[in-house]
């Protein structure tokens, strides 16, 4: 079937409702997800918005294969300028809403203003109902998911935020019902301060029906059948969930330690928090995003009480890089974040920040008069710093406004453990160079996924592996997986399904989806459209080549990785990986685009 | 048990192994082995050729494991079979995939593939890579014979180590390639059955440390460098293949020979008055005792088998060489029956340098090490060129014989 053409536009100080057709070569160029999100933007939003306020935009964009049955092809993404990075920003979930929103027909919802006071966003077709959220307000995501699920019909899907995002936490996160989250960027905040509670997306619609639907049904087949026959996608994933990577991210001295000071921890402590072990002593079941077999979600107990997670980023970031090796601890943090709309890897990140500082003593005197700091290796007090941050109090105030502004206000920024703004996910960038580059590099700052994952690199890239020490080729290779991951995003489809699939397979889908001919190359050269044009609102938004780096301390402090003492070499390792990645994205020195078609 | 290093170590010999023999291309197949209550596994997409530690993962034997980010897609195979067998090796070897699209079941000719895997089933599943379907089928028929052929895939065989696998991927893939050739010569195969002496096979011994008592260092390096040879120009199956020499009223006698670099041997001093039972001691001996040979060499090579079947098929007794190299020093390589006696055997062997023993492999007598080998080693090369030489004809491309024996009037020599 063709990209659905149009998209609804809400501006929340007025109520107005409109719908905006695409054109065809906007549709083509920008299919969904990540690049259509940026493509409104792009055009609509002045970079040098205050993000957190009324001027910022934010778009709700389905993956272009969003409900067309694609094998793990139902994410969606949500755009805006972040408040954590100031830089653009998109955030990829899965769940049914982005599928709901495509077969009423919408490419995109993008919301634009301020609520003059809480409210809730019902909609359906082409009717867009405010109701008021005041009685919302306040309340954490399970007690409000159940409120709206007696109140709405079975089928319907909701977006919301919690406490945290109406506090406007940096780092507060969108949470879909069911269990998932857009969690990076702080997107949560731009929703609490256009004071937006949920967003409510009624059952209804028509199916999306391929345009060759024999070729489709091939292709999916193809897919399926991927899909079932590589282990990770079909045991290590399904059977373990991203909380299977903690050993092995430890035994090649990835795994963060106190604020990533080192990668040192005990193997019995490794095993206390290892994905065997969640498998063991707390997992219910395994759960998934809507339609995807792969199923890498742990429905989980732990003291007494029922959640979601934890992933490998929320025990490597509020676990080993706290010192805190209780996966019962880590469990009941990463609900409490799960229930006030808090991104674990910024929260553990943060902590982990304010646990350094505390230790030593860097904390300045007006910090110290707030009660509530963490220290590193103390068990029992996790979800108490997750609370205070949620709510703004005590420490929490501090804490609330993530690592960048924490080590700032502290005088001592080249502690915070972020790119641009962005805190770092649980992988040591000293232990392989293309994750040091794809941190440098990705278009909203420390991250692993649009960074490139590079995990995927140098630990099970199979035959595409690349040595994780190698200088250079890699940026060539961080280029390709920057690119694979912006067509996942913008199409829909699970970063994990490409372990068993890759562009060959999704052209071939999304040919015969879309009814128009398209080649990888193709599908390539508009992820690098895409990549340009975020570097390009990068620029704009006074985010330069200066903020293309890492913290300092990977360039000055030696630790031991893989039998010696390793730092990263600027001049000799960093500069020539950023020169040589600059040029293959066509970029000038400054690492400015110099084109823009593909 | 091994340690963790230990079975890598094994591992990764076995993967060098596997890439020397052509076994696979540069990546596919996958091996794996029990350690206590884990298993190690290649990593999907890793070089065999080239394996190092983080090469080879954990992915659980009886729960999963975080290997399963890295393990191979045969994995659930793999995991099942190891449930009772020590380790199992998967690989593309090119003629059992070959014949794999022909048959239904491979039934080795040769008399050592056909002593130890007498009937390997060949398996059709309709998803035949990391399916269920195929779990299930290698779990099942493994659990009772060592060794099945995914049909367009490749082998799977188990053993109690890696080295015990290997052995038979290795076996099955001598086997095949001896069925192949004899099936591209266009030899009535179903036949040949009968005419073979299916080997008491002595089971080779793995166990990393061997002894060499009383064996002067030289020779013992020359028994390594006869072995290598041996199995990287696949004059026979690894671990197989026989060698001694002479030592006064002893003989130092090496079975289980071929093997790659880095393999331990095993040698044993023995007297030669001593009543072997083995049948192949007993020859080595009987040609020391009857002649002045003062070193022996046996080897199960595949193109001399297939030359030797084709031989007696068309009522011949000789395999005449067609090359200048192997005219010059062999006028005629004898062919026995396998129910050849131990001394008519040497009887032939000494007036021509070695004889080619029905099914079982190629007897060589000489001065040294390296003398024996040059006379097995130069029986491959004329069995290959009259193998080749038989398919020309068969497929009417008419060959040319060589100036020296007649230039091209006369008729080509393999038929």
Same mark, same amino acid.
């Given at each position: 079937?063709?990209? /659905?053409?149009?998209?609804?536009?809400?501006?929340?100080? /007025?109520?107005?409702?409109?719908?905006?057709?695409?054109?065809?070569?906007?549709?083509?160029?920008?299919?969904?997800?990540?690049?259509?999100?940026?493509?409104?933007?792009?055009?609509?939003?002045?970079?040098?918005?205050?993000?957190?306020?009324?001027?910022?935009?934010?778009?709700?964009?389905?993956?272009?294969?969003?409900?067309?049955?694609?094998?793990?092809?139902?994410?969606?993404?949500?755009?805006?300028?972040?408040?954590?990075?100031?830089?653009?920003?998109?955030?990829?979930?899965?769940?049914?809403?982005?599928?709901? &929103?495509?077969?009423?027909? +919408?490419?995109?919802?993008?919301?634009?203003?301020?609520?003059?006071?809480?409210?809730? &966003?019902?909609?359906?077709?082409?009717?867009?109902?405010?109701? *008021?959220?005041?009685? #919302?307000?306040?309340?954490?995501?399970?007690?409000?998911?159940?409120?709206?699920?007696?109140?709405?019909?079975?089928?319907?899907?909701?977006?919301?935020?919690?406490?945290?995002?109406?506090?406007?936490?940096?780092?507060?996160?969108?949470?879909?019902?069911?269990?998932?989250?857009?969690?990076? $960027?702080?997107?949560?905040?731009?929703?609490?301060?256009?004071?937006?509670?949920?967003?409510?997306?009624?059952?209804?619609?028509?199916?999306?029906?391929?345009?060759?639907?024999?070729?489709?049904?091939?292709?999916?087949?193809?897919?399926?059948?991927?899909?079932?026959?590589?282990?990770?996608?079909?045991?290590?994933?399904?059977?373990?969930?991203?909380?299977?990577?903690?050993?092995?991210?430890?035994?090649?001295?990835?795994?963060?330690?106190?604020?990533?000071?080192?990668?040192?921890?005990?193997?019995?402590?490794?095993?206390?928090?290892?994905?065997?072990?969640?498998?063991?002593?707390?997992?219910?079941?395994?759960?998934?995003?809507?339609?995807?077999?792969?199923?890498?979600?742990?429905?989980?107990?732990?003291?007494?009480?029922?959640?979601?997670?934890?992933?490998?980023?929320?025990?490597?970031?509020?676990?080993?890089?706290?010192?805190?090796?209780?996966?019962?601890?880590?469990?009941?943090?990463?609900?409490?974040?799960?229930?006030?709309?808090?991104?674990?890897?910024?929260?553990?990140?943060?902590?982990?920040?304010?646990?350094?500082?505390?230790?030593?003593?860097?904390?300045?005197?007006?910090?110290?008069?707030?009660?509530?700091?963490? @220290?590193?290796?103390?068990?029992?007090?996790?979800?108490?710093?997750?609370? #205070?941050?949620?709510?703004?109090?005590?420490?929490?105030?501090?804490?609330?406004?993530?690592?960048?502004?924490?080590?700032?206000?502290?005088?001592?920024?080249?502690?915070?453990?972020?790119?641009?703004?962005?805190?770092?996910?649980?992988?040591? %960038?000293?232990?392989?160079?293309?994750?040091?580059?794809?941190?440098?590099?990705?278009?909203?700052?420390?991250?692993?996924?649009?960074?490139?994952?590079?995990?995927?690199?140098?630990?099970?890239?199979?035959?595409?592996?690349?040595?994780?020490?190698?200088?250079?080729?890699?940026?060539?290779?961080?280029?390709?997986?920057?690119?694979?991951?912006?067509?996942?995003?913008?199409?829909?489809?699970?970063?994990?399904?490409?372990?068993?699939?890759?562009? /060959?397979?999704?052209?071939?889908?999304?040919?015969?989806?879309?009814?128009?001919?398209?080649?990888?190359?193709?599908?390539?050269?508009?992820?690098?459209?895409?990549?340009?044009?975020?570097?390009?609102?990068?620029?704009?938004?006074?985010?330069?080549?200066?903020?293309?780096?890492?913290?300092?301390?990977?360039?000055?402090?030696?630790?031991?990785?893989?039998?010696?003492?390793?730092?990263?070499?600027?001049?000799?390792?960093?500069? %020539?990986?950023?020169?040589?990645?600059?040029? #293959?994205?066509?970029?000038?020195?400054?690492?400015?685009?110099?084109?823009?078609?593909? | 048990?091994?340690?963790?290093?230990?079975?890598?170590?094994?591992?990764?010999?076995?993967?060098?192994?596997?890439?020397?023999?052509?076994?696979?291309?540069?990546?596919?197949?996958?091996?794996?082995?029990?350690?206590?209550?884990?298993?190690?596994?290649?990593?999907?997409?890793?070089?065999?050729?080239?394996?190092?530690?983080?090469?080879? $993962?954990?992915?659980?034997?009886?729960? %999963?494991?975080?290997?399963?980010?890295?393990?191979?897609?045969?994995?659930?195979?793999?995991?099942?079979?190891?449930? +009772?067998?020590?380790?199992?090796?998967?690989?593309?070897?090119?003629?059992?995939?070959?014949?794999?699209?022909?048959?239904?079941?491979?039934?080795?000719?040769?008399?050592?593939?056909?002593?130890?895997?007498?009937?390997?089933?060949?398996?059709?599943?309709?998803?035949? @890579?990391?399916?269920?379907?195929?779990?299930?089928?290698?779990?099942?028929?493994?659990?009772?014979?060592?060794?099945?052929?995914?049909?367009?895939?490749?082998?799977?065989?188990?053993?109690?180590?890696?080295?015990?696998?290997?052995?038979?991927?290795? #076996?099955?893939?001598?086997?095949?390639?001896?069925?192949?050739?004899?099936?591209?010569?266009?030899?009535?195969?179903?036949?040949?059955?009968?005419?073979?002496?299916?080997?008491?096979?002595?089971?080779?011994?793995?166990?990393?440390?061997?002894?060499?008592?009383?064996?002067?260092?030289?020779?013992?390096?020359?028994?390594?460098?006869?072995?290598?040879?041996?199995?990287?120009?696949?004059?026979?199956?690894?671990?197989?293949?026989?060698?001694?020499?002479?030592?006064?009223?002893?003989?130092?006698?090496? *079975?289980?020979?071929?093997?790659?670099?880095? $393999?331990?041997?095993?040698?044993?001093?023995?007297?030669?008055?001593?009543?072997?039972?083995?049948?192949?001691?007993?020859?080595?001996?009987?040609?020391?005792?009857?002649?002045?040979?003062?070193?022996?060499?046996?080897?199960?090579?595949?193109?001399?088998?297939?030359?030797?079947?084709?031989?007696?098929?068309?009522?011949?007794?000789?395999?005449?060489?067609?090359?200048?190299?192997?005219?010059?020093? +062999?006028?005629?390589?004898?062919?026995?029956?396998?129910?050849?006696? %131990?001394?008519?055997?040497?009887?032939?062997?000494?007036?021509?340098?070695?004889?080619?023993?029905?099914?079982?492999?190629?007897?060589?007598?000489?001065?040294?090490?390296?003398?024996?080998?040059?006379?097995?080693?130069?029986?491959?090369?004329?069995?290959?060129?009259?193998?080749?030489?038989?398919?020309?004809?068969?497929?009417?491309?008419?060959?040319?014989?060589?100036?020296?024996?007649?230039?091209?009037?006369?008729?080509?020599?393999?038929?």
């Amino acid at each position: 079937m063709k990209q /659905n053409q149009c998209y609804l536009e809400v501006d929340l100080s /007025n109520g107005r409702v409109e719908t905006h057709f695409l054109g065809q070569s906007e549709t083509e160029m920008f299919p969904g997800g990540r690049a259509l999100g940026l493509h409104l933007l792009s055009t609509m939003l002045n970079p040098g918005t205050d993000p957190l306020s009324a001027d910022n935009l934010i778009a709700f964009v389905p993956g272009a294969l969003n409900g067309s049955g694609t094998p793990a092809g139902g994410r969606f993404s949500i755009s805006a300028k972040s408040p954590l990075t100031n830089t653009i920003a998109s955030s990829n979930l899965g769940g049914g809403w982005g599928t709901l &929103l495509a077969r009423k027909g +919408y490419a995109a919802l993008l919301l634009r203003g301020r609520a003059p006071e809480p409210v809730l &966003l019902v909609m359906d077709r082409e009717r867009v109902e405010f109701r *008021p959220a005041q009685s #919302l307000w306040g309340l954490d995501l399970p007690a409000l998911f159940e409120k709206l699920a007696a109140e709405f019909p079975p089928g319907t899907r909701i977006l919301a935020i919690g406490p945290a995002g109406e506090n406007l936490v940096s780092f507060s996160a969108i949470a879909h019902d069911g269990g998932r989250m857009a969690g990076r $960027c702080g997107l949560g905040a731009v929703l609490g301060v256009k004071q937006v509670k949920a967003l409510v997306l009624l059952p209804g619609g028509e199916a999306r029906l391929p345009a060759a639907a024999d070729d489709f049904r091939a292709g999916v087949r193809r897919a399926d059948r991927l899909l079932r026959t590589m282990p990770i996608t079909s045991k290590a994933l399904p059977q373990l969930g991203t909380a299977g990577l903690v050993r092995l991210i430890w035994e090649h001295d990835m795994l963060p330690h106190h604020n990533f000071q080192d990668t040192r921890h005990p193997a019995e402590a490794i095993e206390a928090i290892s994905g065997e072990r969640l498998r063991q002593d707390h997992l219910l079941a395994s759960s998934g995003c809507q339609g995807c077999r792969i199923r890498c979600g742990r429905s989980t107990r732990a003291g007494g009480r029922q959640g979601e997670g934890p992933e490998f980023e929320t025990i490597a970031l509020l676990g080993a890089n706290l010192g805190i090796y209780d996966l019962e601890e880590i469990s009941l943090a990463n609900y409490a974040c799960n229930e006030l709309g808090l991104d674990t890897i910024s929260m553990g990140n943060t902590l982990g920040l304010a646990m350094e500082l505390q230790a030593r003593g860097l904390l300045p005197a007006e910090a110290l008069e707030l009660p509530g700091w963490p @220290v590193f290796d103390t068990p029992g007090r996790l979800e108490k710093f997750i609370r #205070l941050t949620a709510t703004r109090r005590d420490a929490g105030a501090w804490l609330a406004e993530g690592a960048r502004r924490l080590a700032g206000r502290c005088g001592r920024p080249e502690l915070a453990m972020a790119v641009k703004g962005l805190e770092l996910p649980g992988y040591e %960038p000293r232990a392989t160079m293309a994750q040091a580059l794809g941190y440098a590099t990705s278009p909203r700052g420390g991250c692993h996924l649009q960074g490139g994952y590079a995990i995927t690199l140098g630990f099970f890239g199979g035959a595409r592996e690349v040595d994780r020490f190698l200088i250079s080729t890699t940026a060539g290779h961080v280029v390709d997986m920057q690119d694979s991951g912006c067509l996942a995003d913008s199409l829909g489809i699970c970063r994990f399904a490409f372990f068993a699939f890759g562009e /060959n397979e999704i052209a071939a889908l999304y040919s015969a989806f879309s009814g128009r001919s398209v080649k990888p190359s193709e599908l390539t050269a508009m992820a690098r459209r895409v990549q340009d044009l975020e570097r390009e609102f990068n620029l704009r938004a006074g985010c330069g080549p200066e903020a293309d780096t890492l913290p300092e301390r990977f360039f000055s402090e030696e630790i031991e990785i893989a039998g010696r003492p390793r730092k990263i070499d600027r001049e000799k390792h960093f500069k %020539p990986l950023l020169d040589n990645y600059y040029q #293959l994205r066509g970029w000038n020195a400054e690492g400015r685009p110099g084109r823009r078609d593909g | 048990m091994d340690n963790l290093e230990q079975g890598r170590a094994r591992i990764k010999r076995i993967g060098r192994a596997m890439l020397q023999l052509g076994l696979q291309n540069t990546h596919s197949g996958n091996i794996s082995m029990r350690l206590g209550d884990q298993m190690l596994i290649t990593k999907s997409g890793s070089m065999k050729g080239h394996l190092e530690d983080r090469d080879i $993962c954990n992915p659980g034997l009886n729960e %999963p494991g975080y290997g399963l980010f890295q393990s191979s897609s045969e994995t659930g195979g793999h995991r099942r079979v190891l449930q +009772y067998a020590g380790s199992l090796v998967h690989a593309h070897a090119p003629a059992a995939v070959s014949l794999s699209f022909l048959l239904d079941e491979i039934r080795p000719l040769d008399a050592l593939g056909a002593g130890v895997l007498p009937e390997v089933p060949v398996i059709n599943p309709r998803d035949p @890579v990391g399916s269920a379907e195929l779990e299930d089928a290698v779990a099942e028929i493994l659990r009772h014979k060592p060794a099945l052929v995914v049909r367009g895939h490749g082998p799977f065989v188990r053993g109690e180590n890696p080295e015990a696998a290997f052995y038979h991927l290795c #076996l099955l893939e001598n086997s095949c390639r001896l069925i192949l050739d004899l099936l591209l010569m266009g030899v009535d195969i179903p036949s040949l059955y009968g005419s073979i002496r299916v080997a008491e096979v002595e089971s080779p011994d793995f166990s990393p440390e061997q002894e060499h008592a009383g064996v002067d260092p030289v020779l013992l390096k020359q028994f390594r460098r006869t072995a290598v040879d041996l199995f990287q120009l696949r004059l026979s199956p690894f671990t197989s293949g026989s060698l001694s020499v002479r030592d006064g009223p002893d003989m130092i006698y090496a *079975p289980f020979l071929a093997s790659p670099d880095g $393999c331990e041997l095993r040698t044993r001093r023995l007297s030669l008055k001593t009543a072997f039972k083995c049948r192949f001691m007993a020859m080595h001996a009987a040609g020391y005792q009857a002649t002045a040979a003062k070193a022996i060499l046996f080897t199960h090579t595949p193109e001399a088998l297939a030359q030797g079947f084709s031989v007696l098929a068309a009522g011949r007794r000789d395999i005449v060489p067609a090359d200048a190299e192997g005219l010059y020093f +062999y006028p005629g390589i004898p062919v026995l029956a396998a129910t050849a006696e %131990p001394g008519e055997v040497i009887a032939q062997a000494d007036r021509c340098k070695m004889v080619l023993i029905n099914g079982e492999g190629i007897l060589a007598l000489g001065h040294t090490p390296g003398h024996v080998i040059h006379h097995n080693s130069s029986a491959q090369s004329i069995c290959r060129y009259l193998n080749s030489l038989a398919v020309m004809t068969r497929t009417g491309l008419r060959p040319k014989t060589p100036s020296q024996l007649g230039g091209d009037r006369a008729k080509p020599l393999a038929e």
